[in-house]
């Protein structure tokens, strides 16, 4: 369907595609979108993807080591048994290449990809009210109309390479993770530098340290680290999966943040300390994000969450056997899991490897990059390759770097000035029919990515169809329904240890001059999930219908 209108921007006649519906992106969340409202509804809907094929984040996300941390079983869409028993993961948590393969192998068995423009990087969208439509504008030029326009750019998709001076003048070559090149890195014989020791570093350490002459880490805030313990699934493990997609399935929306395991009752405080170590040693022994789940407290009660930093502190400097570096990298000033916990392969371990130095960037900050390094205010160091695994704008960086307008011009920008502010995370005032998958103010980074998703792309869907029967167009977030939420996002997190990280992407403090607002929902999916669906129960409370 194409018609002549006017560009947003240059005023000039352009050709239009108009839609009943427009997904940005085409990673998990932008293709289940894509299927729920065309499939399920019969809607015109077209994705714009800005990467060359589907994935989103494991796109471009293919730097060494690149891992998800959610277990594979369930780590995936789980709208459909007959996908589920199709599709056979090879490893405890699967790889970067191997989820492609499966969101590959879902875009085609659901032919998706032929309503998928890729390349196609969104830089505008507005809303005309006059005909309540989004006008969408893309880095090409070309523009779109759609009723309803939904946002599924991911929360880690903007990358952040510190702006530190004389990067330009760099003789050798420099990736972030998050646009590693497709064709790889070779690391052989080269002298590497890596800044940033967040779930990224510490996945991509002990791989570049295998391959590169040597490894210097730049450490700014040093980290806890759970062994992943990954290994291929067993067969009969396999057969089980085949066999139980429905229990799995529910298995993720019962748990409190749509994993497979279960938060244990017992209290870390309380519990005899020969006790409390029998349990951190086994669950050390286990591996993984079900570390976390070992007491229940621990999220709540900072004396809890001392138990285990203490334990996890030990083992680093159990495993690291220079004291100096140890003592670096054990002196961790937050609470574990208040930043996003890591787990890793070898990453201590990594440590005692010859070829392997630490730096610790508290004791001498990074003041430039020299054309042969970088140099700290202590010290030069002369690399070849310098690899930032230097993070986000997370949440908050996609939705802004794109122009978008509601009501009267209104920027979102300027709606965000002080921190994101929107109804469940799906809806900002002033918006109209502009959805948004896993924002802020959702459970989003908090919970298993996929889990999320379903319920949102679920929920708009539901929402769609709930305004065509009824002979409706548009849908907004009341004002008071925001405001009432963004509380409720605050309460949430006081009530957990999350905001005692004061230098966690999840507050936007890693980036400069981002407000400090906590940004996703703690409350938990189960809870989240039981909010949406008594929403949209009560005649969708807390938007205007019309
Ligand atoms: P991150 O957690 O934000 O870590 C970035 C690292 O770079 C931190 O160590 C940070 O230090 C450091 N850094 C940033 N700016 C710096 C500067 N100017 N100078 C020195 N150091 C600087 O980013 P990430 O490791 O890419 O992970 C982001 C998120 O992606 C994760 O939390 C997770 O949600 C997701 N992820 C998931 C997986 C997985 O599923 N396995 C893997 C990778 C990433 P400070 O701590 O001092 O700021």
Redesign the pocket.
């Known amino acids: 369907m194409a018609n002549v209108t006017t560009d947003i921007a240059s005023n000039e006649p352009l050709q239009s595609t108009e839609l009943d519906a427009l997904v940005i992106g085409a990673g998990f969340a932008g293709l289940y979108q894509l299927l729920c409202l065309r499939d399920r509804l019969g809607l015109s809907v077209k994705a714009l993807e800005a990467g060359g094929g589907v994935g989103g984040t494991w796109y471009w996300?293919r730097y060494p080591g690149?891992?998800?941390?959610?277990e594979s079983h369930v780590y995936w869409y789980t709208f459909s048994p007959e996908l589920m028993r199709e599709w056979e993961w090879s490893e405890r948590y699967p790889g970067q290449p191997e989820i492609m393969r499966y969101l590959n192998f879902v875009a085609d068995r659901f032919d998706l990809k032929r309503d998928i423009a890729f390349n196609t990087r969104v830089v505008a969208a507005h809303y005309d009210e006059a005909a309540n439509r989004w006008r969408v504008r893309t880095e090409a030029g070309e523009t779109y109309i759609a009723k309803f326009l939904i946002t599924a750019v991911g929360c880690?998709s903007t990358a952040?390479v510190?702006n530190f001076p004389g990067l330009k003048d760099f003789k050798g070559d420099w990736y972030h993770?998050?646009q590693w090149p497709h064709e790889g890195v070779d690391f052989t014989g080269k002298r590497v530098g890596m800044?940033?020791?967040?779930?990224?570093?510490i996945?991509a350490a002990p791989v570049i340290a295998a391959e590169a002459a040597h490894l210097t880490v730049?450490?700014?805030?040093a980290?806890y680290s759970v062994p992943a313990r990954n290994a291929p699934l067993t067969s009969k493990f396999q057969q089980y999966i085949k066999q139980n997609p429905g229990e799995i399935r529910s298995v993720t929306r019962e748990t409190l943040n749509g994993m497979a395991f279960r938060i244990e009752p017992r209290l870390a405080v309380g519990t005899p300390p020969e006790d409390r170590e029998r349990i951190y040693e086994a669950a050390w022994e286990r591996g993984g994000l079900q570390f976390r789940a070992a007491f229940h407290d621990m999220m709540t009660d900072k004396a809890a969450n001392d138990t285990a930093a203490d334990f996890i502190k030990r083992k680093i400097r159990s495993i690291v056997k220079d004291p100096a570096t140890a003592a670096i990298l054990s002196d961790i000033d937050h609470p574990y899991a208040a930043?996003?916990p890591p787990?890793d392969t070898n990453y201590f371990e990594t440590y005692n490897r010859d070829n392997v130095t630490l730096v610790d960037?508290r004791a001498a900050p990074?003041e430039r990059i020299s054309a042969a390094g970088v140099c700290t205010t202590q010290a030069e160091y002369p690399l070849d390759i310098i690899v930032f695994?230097?993070?986000?704008d997370a949440m908050t960086g996609p939705m802004l770097r794109m122009d978008i307008r509601g009501r009267e011009g209104v920027a979102l920008k300027e709606v965000w000035e002080a921190g994101p502010r929107n109804y469940l995370g799906l809806q900002v005032a002033g918006f109209p029919n502009l959805f948004t998958v896993t924002g802020p103010g959702s459970p989003s980074?908090l919970c298993n990515m996929p889990v999320a998703i379903e319920q949102h792309a679920d929920w708009i869907a539901d929402c769609n169809r709930h305004l065509r029967e009824k002979g409706l167009e548009r849908i907004e977030a009341q004002p008071d329904a925001v405001d009432r939420w963004v509380a409720e996002v605050n309460e949430a997190a006081n009530k957990t240890v999350l905001p005692m990280a004061t230098?966690s992407?999840y507050l936007g403090a890693?980036i400069p001059g981002k407000p400090r607002v906590f940004m996703p929902y703690a409350g938990g999916m189960v809870r989240y999930r039981e909010i949406c669906a008594d929403v949209a129960a009560r005649g969708y409370e807390g938007f205007a219908l019309s």
């Open positions: 996300n690149a891992r998800c941390d959610s880690l952040n510190p993770t998050g800044i940033g020791t967040g779930s990224t570093g996945q730049f450490q700014r805030t980290n930043k996003r787990i960037l990074i695994a230097t993070g986000f980074v230098h992407w890693n």
